[in-house]
T-cell receptor, first 113, second 115 residues
Framework: AQSVTQLDSQVPVFEEAPVELRCNYSSSVSVYLFWYVQYPNQGLQLLLKYLSGSTLVKGINGFEAEFNKSQTSFHLRKPSVHISDTAEYFCAVSEGNNNDMRFGAGTRLTVKP | GAGVSQSPSNKVTEKGKDVELRCDPISGHTALYWYRQSLGQGLEFLIYFQGNSAPDKSGLPSDRFSAERTGGSVSTLTIQRTQQEDSAVYLC?????????????FGPGTRLTVL
């Protein structure tokens, strides 16, 4: 079965700095990859997803992620963060041959002024 | 259209009591998922339904947890003889099965507090 590892539980950064949130997955088959965001006191919402095609995926709020099959990674990046990006970010993987999805433990991004 | 809804939004119960949590998925979504989010923890997969059947129950923490889905729509998660460690936010999500993507749409969650 698939699994996801988010290497950083917390990432503090200053406003306007770049950020990368790391995600590695484990699967023996083709995968679909997702990043979800959970703002304080809100539900989860989809940030972006990789299904096929271009390995660089752009999402909402200026975020992007790159699928690297050889490194089994799907790191999330943003060149310049805002205070409003403070949230919990979850990476998730779904295998191509089933309907299951597994989430990572989450990375808490805190943007400081 | 309406999103995923869950009820109640908050539930406070005493240790040893049974609780039922309800999830109404997006109309037409055939897959339904339950997760648990504990304070400071990530999302813990509990169970998912394809239609009314549950192909994967491996995430249920113990036999005190059960779930059912009827009519391919509403699902209930039941926790019997609740324990304090059951306190968490229980999230429900639904998705379309056909085609690629499998994006899951999440409900607002039910915050369960066991005293």
């Amino acid at each position: 079965a698939q699994s996801v590892t988010q290497l950083d539980s917390q990432v503090p950064v200053f406003e306007e700095a770049p950020v990368e949130l790391r995600c590695n997955y484990s699967s023996s088959v083709s995968v679909y990859l997702f990043w979800y965001v959970q703002y304080p006191n809100q539900g989860l919402q989809l940030l972006l997803k990789y299904l096929s095609g271009s390995t660089l995926v752009k999402g909402i709020n200026g975020f992007e992620a790159e699928f690297n099959k050889s490194q089994t990674s799907f790191h999330l990046r943003k060149p310049s963060v805002h205070i409003s990006d403070t949230a919990e970010y979850f990476c998730a993987v779904s295998e191509g041959n089933n309907n299951d999805m597994r989430f990572g433990a989450g990375t808490r991004l805190t943007v400081k002024p | 259209g309406a999103g995923v809804s869950q009820s109640p939004s908050n539930k406070v119960t005493e240790k040893g009591k049974d609780v039922e949590l309800r999830c109404d998925p997006i109309s037409g979504h055939t897959a339904l998922y339950w997760y648990r989010q504990s304070l400071g923890q990530g999302l813990e997969f509990l169970i998912y339904f394809q239609g009314n059947s549950a192909p994967d129950k491996s995430g249920l923490p113990s036999d005190r947890f059960s779930a059912e889905r009827t009519g391919g729509s509403v699902s209930t998660l039941t926790i019997q003889r609740t324990q304090q460690e059951d306190s968490a936010v229980y999230l429900c999500a639904s998705s379309l099965v056909s085609g690629v993507g499998r994006e899951q749409f999440f409900g607002p969650g039910t915050r369960l507090t066991v005293l």
